[in-house]
T-cell receptor
Framework: DTAVSQTPKYLVTQMGNDKSIKCEQNLGHDTMYWYKQDSKKFLKIMFSYNNKELIINETVPNRFSPKSPDKAHLNLHINSLELGDSAVYFC???????????FGPGTRLTVL | GQQLNQSPQSMFIQEGEDVSMNCTSSSIFNTWLWYKQDPGEGPVLLIALYKAGELTSNGRLTAQFGITRKDSFLNISASIPSDVGIYFCAGLPISGGSNYKLTFGKGTLLTVNP
């Protein structure tokens, strides 16, 4: 009965590669997010989608492209990975009109 | 952008002690949330607060929405070893409009010595 799930849990890759992280939620929520947590544990929102529509796009390099095939899924594709992209990426979801966000277990991305 | 000041940054306490941490903002928030993050896991929602002055409990945890709407605190009573983790406050500024963009504090790392 997983609520928000992400794959993979760990991702180790070389600089310059392209990678994707997948997220799915079975809570019936309309809004999904991607957050980045840096090495100092600071959490910052990257993107927010509401019913497959992008509503928040923070100052994120355009190498990062979210894609929402349906309202239960929000994937994150990253092109030309850089060392500074190493972080933990969290997917989250919430009910529309609700601030309470529910987080996935995270994907630890390491770029070598 | 909005900034939340969360303090203390870290705490080392003995099992059984009470803990208090707080979050302040320079602007008014209309929602405060408290999360706990265990190592290797995602943040888990503990308590949500929606009205100034609201006091809400969840087991040994109690959180309050400050009267000024610019602060919130979280208390943990009679701490136990499994309380170890990072506690984050998160808020939704009143100016946020329909975009529910949470701002997070930098976290309080809690260590409980058995």
């Amino acid at each position: 009965d997983t609520a928000v799930s992400q794959t993979p849990k760990y991702l180790v890759t070389q600089m310059g590669n392209d990678k994707s992280i997948k997220c799915e939620q079975n809570l019936g929520h309309d809004t999904m997010y991607w957050y980045k947590q840096d090495s100092k544990k600071f959490l910052k929102i990257m993107f927010s989608y509401n019913n497959k529509e992008l509503i928040i796009n923070e100052t994120v390099p355009n190498r990062f492209s979210p894609k929402s095939p349906d309202k239960a899924h929000l994937n994150l594709h990253i092109n030309s990975l850089e060392l500074g992209d190493s972080a933990v990426y969290f997917c989250a979801s919430s009910q529309v009109g609700e601030a309470r966000a529910y987080f996935g277990p995270g994907t630890r991305l390491t770029v070598l | 952008g909005q900034q939340l000041n969360q303090s203390p940054q870290s705490m080392f306490i003995q099992e059984g002690e009470d803990v208090s941490m707080n979050c302040t903002s320079s602007s008014i928030f209309n929602t405060w949330l408290w999360y706990k993050q265990d190592p290797g896991e995602g943040p888990v929602l503990l308590i949500a607060l929606y009205k100034a002055g609201e006091l809400t409990s969840n087991g040994r945890l109690t959180a309050q929405f400050g009267i000024t709407r610019k602060d919130s605190f979280l208390n943990i009573s009679a701490s136990i070893p499994s309380d170890v983790g990072i506690y984050f406050c998160a808020g939704l500024p009143i100016s946020g409009g329909s975009n529910y963009k949470l701002t997070f504090g930098k976290g309080t790392l809690l260590t409980v010595n058995p």
